[in-house]
């Protein structure tokens, strides 16, 4: 747990740190939306990574205690851990295309800019 | 105790999975070529090949994973994971702002292998009985 928070904790402070940079041209309201974007894409991508990473470990975790108990059933663990794992991998996929969005092709862009 | 990597056959309903996978990435391509154009299409051809080279990469890393002990297992995982979600993350990033696909169709092209494992569950409880 201990790095888990570790890790949020710095995904955030690069975020905090590194937004206000890489806007230091722009307009105060440009500057004010684009790191708002760029925290929500930082800190929701970074959840997003460290649930899915938690879920799949205790997966594994569970199939290769399922089979050194009953390596014969190896094969209908296998595919029942493939199957959970690309359920739970989706969703870090599905968050990090709307991450992709928010950064490279917001769709308000043009309310913020004009 | 660890069982080796060749020894694990490939289950039938994994099989038929990848194949219900594959018939609907096609039938989305054609019908979104012909119903929302070409930009859409080339969207969920392109998520779902990706999707479903990603499905592939992950039956070979957990296929791996589950021959070693628990601990290196899971540590294992976590590493291939960690790569697999970096080289999508590159993919993707060059899809949506290079080649500018439709995002819609992307990630209607992302979820083809959960639309096959549900369809495949659908028509186990429906006209198996859940065998």
């Known amino acids: 747990m201990k790095k888990v928070y570790s890790s949020l904790g710095v995904s955030a402070l690069f975020v905090l740190v590194l937004a206000p940079v890489a806007f230091a041209a722009a307009s105060p309201e440009t500057v004010s939306f684009f790191s708002w974007c760029a925290m929500a894409a930082g800190i929701g991508m970074g959840i997003a990574a460290v649930g899915t990473g938690i879920g799949q470990g205790h997966g594994v975790q569970g199939a290769c205690d399922g089979i050194a108990r009953n390596p014969e059933a190896s094969g209908k663990i296998l595919t029942a851990l493939i199957l959970g794992l690309a359920m739970i991998e989706s969703l870090a996929i599905y968050a990090l295309v709307i991450q992709l969005i928010l950064l490279y092709a917001n769709p308000f862009i043009k309310y913020v800019v004009g | ?131």
């Open chain 2, 1 to 131: 105790m660890t069982v080796p990597v060749e020894a694990i056959p490939k289950e039938p309903a994994q099989k038929r999975i990848e194949i219900i996978s594959l018939m609907i990435w096609g039938s989305l391509c054609v019908l979104s070529f012909f119903l929302f154009g070409q930009s859409f299409a080339l969207g969920v051809a392109a998520g779902g090949i990706l999707c479903l080279i990603n499905f592939q990469w992950l039956y070979r890393h957990a296929k791996a994973a589950v021959s070693l002990t628990t601990n290196k297992g899971k540590a294992f995982m976590a590493k291939r994971y960690i790569l697999r979600l970096a080289i999508m993350a590159v993919t993707l990033y060059a899809l949506i702002v290079y080649v500018k696909v439709d995002i819609i169709g992307l990630l209607l092209g992302l979820s083809v292998v959960i639309l096959g494992i549900t369809t495949y569950a659908c028509f186990i409880y429906i006209f198996a009985g859940g065998e």
